[in-house]
């Protein structure tokens, strides 16, 4: 559709200022649609995803029907999550930053509820809080309904699924009838359209076409990887792609929490965000992650709602969603603000048939790409930190420093050149150089090859098949890859690619094939 600018909204001149100052221009599709019809005073029932600009759709026109004159209660935002409440008060507030005399409230639990209970007395026009607190302070008399002229429902489906449908339709009894009931959901499953025609009157439906659900500036790759494999392969995207702030979704706490341990134990500045943490906690990792002292957030779907920050460059799902609508609100997190953003989604075994269910359902490709190997993960970081130096040979003064190498020289017995490559070496980290340098000496392979001894062979029922697929299943390497296999009684001899035998070595310490634990090592030649 044809895109609006926001001075085209006849919105009030205090509001347009806030927009602009937020950088705004051009009203997104859904803020173009949404924001005249809710002037008008109506009810509206729209569908949008997170990332399409729904907050402002909403916050717009319901901030401009506040009366800042008036201290009372005027308009109540419902959200499912704490995260998601305070990420619209922040929204609400940057939006009214020059209606001087506007309260904002964000309310929720895991916060004090006497401060809460203070700042209501003070007098607050706007409340935006989850349907649990808010009915805290029904019972309590410390909120009081008889002047609110709009409530809105955001992410209505969500609450549905966190099970609020009896608090929300309490709240909502409760409020006058001549008011404005805005709801904005992903979805319209039936109990919401149920809500809608019990609470709404006329609701004019307001959505958008699930062609804009999906950013195409999102490049989208699977891999197909074993469950086990997964943290080794993660590791080596982030190597690779070197994202400024990435997010990793997981579908249970478990696993966010298991996979935060590893991360932090590779050195990575990982953080994990899941409903089991104190909300002191959540405020923390979010405050970390938005100010990039936490590089990687680890989180689940529910503790991610609401989490808006524009410099996500990468989303790895983990674990892949159960749902296609939570891929959608996953991957929304990146590519944000005209920035392009890449996603990655780990499957394995039949979870290609989920994987066809979810590019069907976004219309969108998601590209098939093989697992990194060690050395794709030293080319890289061998690129950027040459490129880096070239940088700091073209800008920097480095007289004292070629001084210092020179001095080094005359007085050890090697060259520029040795000593340039080991502090290549250093610049790598031992672990990743292996992969690529590692002398495995005369093993009798064909040359570009390694040969291996393995200490399984005919009599334990072994066969070509049970090597290659142990080989390229732990490794990640293509079977075809893999050279002569050779079986006797009692050991067997394989050969792999030199720049794989490292990988393929470290892979398979500890596996089992067919039941027996095997020893695997470079085959000498006597």
């Known amino acids: 559709m044809e895109t609006v600018r926001f001075d085209e909204l006849n919105l009030a001149p205090k509001i347009l200022r806030g927009v602009t100052e937020m950088g705004f221009e051009e ?36 901030l401009q029907k506040i009366d800042i004159s008036k201290k009372h209660l005027q308009a109540i935002v419902l959200c499912p999550t704490r995260e998601l409440a305070i990420q619209v008060a922040d929204e609400f507030r940057n939006l009214s930053k020059f209606m001087h005399g506007l309260k904002i409230l964000p309310v ?75 709801l904005f959901s992903a979805t319209m499953p039936k109990p919401i359209l149920d809500i809608t025609k019990k609470f709404q009157k006329d609701a004019q439906m307001i959505k958008v076409v699930k062609k804009e659900l999906t950013v195409p500036s999102i490049d989208q790759y699977y891999y197909e990887v074993r469950p086990k494999k997964k943290e080794e392969v993660l590791c080596r995207l982030l190597d690779i792609y070197d994202p400024k702030l990435s997010l990793v979704f997981c579908n249970t706490k478990r696993m966010v929490d298991e996979l935060v341990s590893a991360l932090q134990g ?32 680890v989180a689940t779907d529910v503790a991610a709602r609401g989490i808006d920050v524009d410099d996500v460059e990468a989303v790895f799902n983990y ?79 480095l007289t004292s420093m070629i001084n210092i190498i020179e001095e080094q020289i005359n007085n050890e017995d090697y060259s520029s050149l040795e000593l340039a490559a080991a502090f290549l070496k250093s610049s790598l980290g031992n672990d990743l150089s292996e992969g690529n340098i590692t002398d495995f000496g005369d ?84």
């Not at 929300?168 to 805005?182: A, D, F, G, V």
């Open 108 to 182: 929720y639990g895991g916060q004090d509820i006497v401060k809460q209970i203070r700042s209501l007395k003070n007098g607050v026009q706007v409340v935006i809080g989850t349907p649990g607190r808010i009915m805290d302070h029904m019972d309590r008399k410390t909120v009081k309904f008889n002047q609110v002229h709009t409530i809105v429902m955001d992410e209505a489906d969500e609450m549905l699924n966190m099970g609020f449908r009896e608090d929300m339709e309490t709240i909502l009894s409760k409020i006058p009838e001549e008011r404005q009931t805005i």
């Open 319 to 397: 674990d892949l969603p159960q749902d296609e609508e939570y891929y959608v609100h996953r991957i929304g997190r990146t590519g944000r603000a005209g920035r392009n953003g890449v996603a990655f989604n780990f499957i394995w075994g039949k979870e290609i048939y989920k994987l066809k269910d979810i590019q069907r359902y976004c219309k969108t490709k998601i590209k098939a790409q093989p697992i990194p190997s060690l050395n794709d993960v030293n080319s890289t970081k061998t690129d950027k930190i040459l490129k880096n130096l070239s940088n700091i040979i073209k800008n920097d003064d």
């Open 27 to 62: 009203a997104t599709p859904i803020q173009t649609k949404s924001i005249p019809v809710i002037m008008e005073g109506g009810d509206v029932l729209g569908q949008a995803q997170t990332g399409t600009g729904k907050t402002a759709a909403f916050g717009i026109p319901l």
């Open 266 to 297: 590779r050195g990575y500045f990982a953080e994990g965000l899941h409903g089991d943490l104190k909300q002191s906690q959540r405020d923390r990792v979010m405050n970390s992650f938005r100010n990039g002292r936490t590089e990687i957030l």
């Open 443 to 526: 093993t009798g392979a064909e040359d570009g090859m390694v040969r291996l001894f393995i200490n399984v062979g005919r009599k334990q029922n072994i066969r070509p098949s049970d090597i290659l697929g142990a080989i390229a299943g732990e490794s990640g390497m293509p079977g075809k890859l893999v050279g002569t296999i050779d079986i006797f009684d009692k050991y067997t001899f394989v050969e792999v690619p030199t720049e794989f035998a490292h990988e393929v070595l470290v892979a398979m310490e500890h596996v089992k094939i067919k039941g027996k634990e095997i020893n695997i090592e470079p085959a000498n030649r006597k």
